[in-house]
Nanobody
Framework: QVQLVESGGGSVQAGGSLRLSCETS????????KAWFRQVSGKEREGVAL???????RYADSVKGRFTISRDNAKSTVYLEMNSLKPEDTAMYYC???????????????????WGQGTQVTVSS
């Protein structure tokens, strides 16, 4: 059974920072695709950033230069460092994993087989 558990969400003022963590457990290779998504209630889930098994990183245009994704393979953990937060970054943030390490699904949420329960990020102006 694969489990992804996010942590690190919270409430901050605009311009602040947060660091999200996603710990993976269960039968899943460390060499997998891991990604972060976010969703505002009533809107579609959108991709934020991903990390392929080969080390390729992709970001959504809306977060480039502000967010940084990283991973610690020894801990099977992926992080999302969020700086210069804006009110429009407010959302539930989810991590996802795909056993296809080259992330063929990219930043589109459909098809990722493994998801965490989410952690809420709220940015006030």
């Amino acid at each position: 059974q694969v489990q992804l558990v996010e942590s690190g969400g919270g409430s901050v003022q605009a311009g602040g920072s947060l660091r999200l963590s996603c710990e993976t457990s269960g039968y899943i290779s460390r060499s997998v695709c891991k990604a972060w998504f976010r969703q505002v209630s009533g809107k579609e889930r959108e991709g934020v950033a991903l990390f392929t098994s080969d080390g390729e990183i992709r970001y959504a245009d809306s977060v480039k230069g502000r967010f940084t994704i990283s991973r610690d393979n020894a801990k099977s953990t992926v992080y999302l460092e969020m700086n210069s937060l804006k009110p429009e970054d407010t959302a539930m943030y989810y991590c996802a994993a795909d056993y296809l390490g080259h992330c063929p699904r990219g930043l589109a949420p459909g098809g990722y087989p493994y998801w965490g329960q989410g952690t809420q990020v709220t940015v006030s102006s």
